[in-house]
């Protein structure tokens, strides 16, 4: 996040999905039975994702092909992505001259309940993070709200003095000032809308859905806690 990938518009860098896009039909695509009728939409469907993420990784192997890496995954909405883009990179490492030495470490951070950011954030997982002293490190993360989050997880790596720190981010939602802390590779910038799938959870439902939808307003009471 050293320099931030914000353009001179304002916008993140990211495909941009405007705050009136209603998504697709839910009968256009295959997910699981035990879902219906807890989604309202497809806001983007997991084909996308993946061509998208493609895309990062060969973005994130111009800036840092022939570095050595570590992937810092941000758990557990992160598993599916950074899963993903790790695996994009290795393909390019195999296929081109250059490659990214990888080693991949996790963290788990958890502030939501029900479809609120709670005031207090655990991070677990970075109670010794010194091995990342002098080292290129790239935090992935699936969504970066307020970005608030971002800043605690960056003063926190920071303080283990990495060389280097990049941040990717799947999605990044459109809300006032966030833009002052941006991942430097952005997937999509979203409305300020919850999303679910692609391991992006309600209550720890709907990791198993493979596209990114919108979840319907009896969805969010059925797995109210
Ligand atoms: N969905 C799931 N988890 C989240 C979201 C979201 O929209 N925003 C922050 N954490
Ligand atoms: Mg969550």
Request: aromatic content about 10%; overall charge neutral; charged content about 25%.
């Amino acid at each position: 996040m050293a320099d931030v990938a914000v353009q001179p518009d304002g916008r993140s860098g990211g495909i941009v999905i405007e705050d009136d896009w209603p998504g697709y039909s839910l009968d256009l695509f295959s997910y699981p039975a035990h879902y219906s009728g807890d989604l309202d939409c497809v806001f983007i469907p997991h084909g996308v994702i993946m061509d998208r993420t493609e895309r990062l990784a060969r973005n994130i192997m111009d800036d840092l092909g022939d570095h050595d890496i570590v992937v810092l995954c941000v758990l557990k909405g992160g598993y599916q992505f950074c899963a993903d883009l790790v695996d994009r990179i290795k393909a390019l490492s195999r296929n081109s001259n250059r490659s990214i030495p990888m080693r991949v470490h996790f963290i788990r951070l958890k502030s939501y309940l029900n479809d609120r950011s709670t005031e207090d954030l655990h991070i677990l997982g970075a109670e010794d993070l010194s091995f990342l002293a002098g080292k290129n490190v790239l935090i992935v993360e699936a969504i970066v709200g307020t970005g608030k989050t971002m800043k605690t997880l960056l003063k926190h790596v920071e303080a283990f003095r990495p060389k280097m720190i990049k941040v990717a981010g799947l999605l990044v939602k459109r809300v006032p000032h966030n833009w002052a802390c941006l991942p430097d590779y952005v997937g999509f910038e979203i409305p300020n809308r919850f999303v679910v799938g692609y391991a992006l959870d309600y209550n720890e439902y709907f990791r198993d859905l493979n596209h990114i939808c919108v979840i319907s307003e009896s969805g969010k009471i059925k797995y109210k806690i």
